[in-house]
């Protein structure tokens, strides 16, 4: 055979095995999720079938996992021993052992429970250990010792820790100081309702206290008037300290006038009444008070700290009065004052000044960096932007000997059938302990994959600042290009909020409930999707990328015609809710635009705005090859005066 065609045959041969491999997989993935929803619905499997047809899929032992865990209450112990034989080194054991140890502890099977347990976990893991620990080996000081630590605590624990309670109680194990120093917690965090519930704890003297803090926290104005309690005992301060704090919260000059009258009837300590000084100022500093900048003026300097002097330097920012803005800045440690915020405020309250050789240079030193105020100092200078882009080397074969780590194979398949948290904990799993090289390296194969969040997760764990194709990917842009030009949105500006919300990861979930890659509330999605005349999504539609970009595209959308089209308005609100964005519009209107922003009360939304304005020049150079200038992009503030910030060094 003519040595041509014989190699045309091999890669023939070649072509039809990788195909059916293909194919072989795709059945196989797609019997795993039909099976797996099965399961979970409650229906009849054939796993001894299922196991025959699934063999060599990396995905099986999470099936048999689904499988033992589908009623806990009835698992045989043997089969759980098997399954942990089997599968303890995988990540999902973890959580099935704690699952496991959960049941135990209810079963009250405590031989295998102390037998299983490794210590730690969470409070009701620890309550079963320690009930463990007593059926098998009774009670003693060191017993006592961890159940005070978990008894200890300013908020209530779960009732897996009734049983251990009441033995510290039935023992007299507590003493009177530990525990009133509960209650302080309690009542310290807020948990009134705890310490109401533990007050039959307490000896008649302490009920007395304890009825005495309520009343403060209910009212502190009214019983700081008169308080009722013996103010020269510890006790008596501790509660004239906490209702000062309370009451500051709430009126701040009232506060002073009681700060001052029990200073001067010397029941608080000299201390006491610096630290109650500052905290009161720098309360004032936090919510933008008018009184602001006299109330720092006027502590003692014993009462200035760092904090202090940071807000000091923020408040005369905010007020426009430079000549201050550079005597606060010197004033500030030398981590701050180096920082690109504060060699930014420095250069410009320099150039106002009229120091503009030093305001330029600093300027100058500035422009070389890449992020908010490094682009604000190219704008005042004229300055190209610094993207300093440098991609590390690809080490094709470290790739590969990486992705062909079993963990890394189940990652990477369980990616594919978008059960992501999973494939975070085996990718997180093999990369545990590794070095830098092995995480940039990691974090390529992430990007081929179409794995974002780890992409940029891993090149930041591994020092690739500048690498922006790791870091500022232009990821989904199927869905969210598309989304932003229906919503009549620059893309640029979607993409540098999907990248501060969610780092471009689909099943992202905020702490407040906010769902998928632009962080859509339920409500507001619903909300959206009817003003589209959609039907009402659920939580498992707004984590479907298509579906969440069309609407939070849409929802930016609406933000910015709420606001005329002003890009920091809408991103505070996006961010804090239209009503917020509007109350600090018309609080500090007229300003210039990045003073304004330095403004905002909510210091997570102040940063927020910074870095979406930021990211819309990086995506804007990522997917055009040049960022649109921060000056482009920030207008004047709403108001009567004239301020444009990024104007205010041309012309003399």
């Known amino acids: 055979m003519p040595r041509p065609v014989a190699f045309a045959l091999v890669l023939l041969l070649a072509f039809f095995q990788t195909a059916a491999a293909a194919d072989r997989l795709e059945r196989q993935r797609s019997l795993f999720q039909e099976t797996r929803e099965t399961i979970r619905d409650g229906g009849t499997v054939d796993m001894d079938n299922v196991r025959q047809r699934l063999q060599g899929y990396p995905l099986l032992p999470y099936l048999e996992y ?19 034989d089997a599968y303890g080194h995988m990540p999902m054991a973890r959580g099935f052992r704690g699952q496991w140890l959960h049941e135990l502890g209810a079963r009250e099977d405590w031989q295998r429970f ?29 017993w006592l010792r961890d159940a005070r630590d978990l008894w200890q605590v300013g908020h209530s624990q779960p009732s897996a820790c009734d049983p251990v309670f009441s033995e510290l109680y039935d023992r007299d194990a507590l003493s009177a100081d530990q525990r009133w120093e509960r209650i302080t917690r309690a009542m310290v965090a807020g948990n009134a309702g705890l310490a109401r519930a533990l007050r039959g704890r307490l000896d008649d003297e302490d009920q007395e206290w304890l009825d005495a803090w309520l009343t403060l926290s209910r009212d502190p104005a009214a019983a700081l008037e008169d308080p009722g309690f013996d103010l020269e005992s510890r ?32 029941v608080l300590t000299h201390e006491t009444t610096l630290g109650l000084q500052r905290e009161i100022a720098l309360r004032a500093a936090y919510s933008r008070a008018d009184d602001a900048q006299a109330r720092l003026d006027g502590l003692p300097d014993a009462a200035v700290n760092d904090d202090v002097r940071v807000w000091a330097a923020r408040i005369a920012v905010g007020e426009e009065n430079w000549p201050r803005v550079v005597s606060a800045v010197w004033a500030l440690p030398d981590e701050a004052r180096d920082s690109s915020e504060w060699q930014y405020w420095r250069a410009h309250a320099l150039w106002h000044t009229g120091a503009r050789d030093r305001a330029e240079e600093l300027f100058a030193d500035l422009a070389q960096r890449r992020n908010y105020y490094g682009f604000l100092a190219a704008d005042a200078i004229g300055a190209p932007y610094a993207m300093n882009a440098s991609e590390p080397a690809a080490d094709q074969e470290q790739q590969n000997e990486l992705a062909w780590r079993p963990g890394m194979q189940r990652a990477r398949e369980l990616l594919q059938v978008g059960m992501f948290s999973e494939a975070r904990r085996e990718w997180e799993t093999v ?29 930041n764990r591994a020092g690739l600042h500048n690498a922006m194709d790791l870091r500022f990917p232009a990821a989904y842009r199927d869905v969210l290009e598309p989304a932003a030009r229906d919503a009549g949105v620059d893309p640029s500006l979607v993409f540098a909020v999907a990248r501060k919300e969610s780092a471009f990861s689909p099943d992202a979930r905020s702490r407040v409930g906010a769902l998928g890659l632009l962080q859509v509330m339920p409500e ?29 595209a849409t929802y930016l959308s609406q933000m910015l015609e709420r606001f005329d089209g002003n890009v920091i308005l ?40 910074k870095s979406v304005l930021a990211f819309r020049a990086v995506f804007d150079w990522q997917l055009h090859g040049e960022p649109r200038r921060l000056a482009a992009v920030m207008p004047v503030m709403p108001g009567d005066q004239v301020g444009h910030e990024l104007a205010l060094y041309d012309g003399d």
């Not at 590794?434 to 081929?448: G, K």
């Not at 905002?600 to 939304?605: A, H, P």
């Open 431 to 459: 990369l545990a302990g590794t070095d830098n090289d092995t995480r940039a390296q990691a974090a390529m194969l992430a990007r081929d994959w179409g794995w974002y969040d780890r992409a940029i997760h891993n090149a």
């Open 235 to 266: 006790r008596g301060r501790q509660l004239l300290r906490f209702g000062l704090r309370v009451l500051a919260r709430q009126d701040r000059d009232a506060a002073d006038d009681f700060l001052a009258r029990y200073t001067e009837e010397g």
């Open 66 to 84: 689904a499988y033992l865990l589908k009623e806990t209450s009835t698992l045989d112990p043997a089969d759980v021993e098997e399954f942990l």
């Open 524 to 552: 507001t999605g619903r909300r959206v999707a009817s003003d589209l005349g959609l039907s009402s999504p659920g939580a498992h539609d707004l984590l479907d990328p298509g579906i969440n970009a069309r609407l939070g």
């Open 570 to 609: 809408a991103a505070a609100a996006y961010n804090a809710g239209p009503s917020r964005a509007e109350n600090w519009a018309e609080r500090h209107s007229g300003q210039p635009a990045a003073v304004w922003i330095e403004n905002i009360t909510f210091g997570e939304t102040r940063d927020y705005v």
């Open 114 to 142: 102390h037998a299983l347990h490794r210590g730690g976990g969470s409070a009701t893991l620890r309550c079963y250990g320690l009930q463990a620990r007593k059926s098998l080996h009774g009670v003693d000081d060191a």
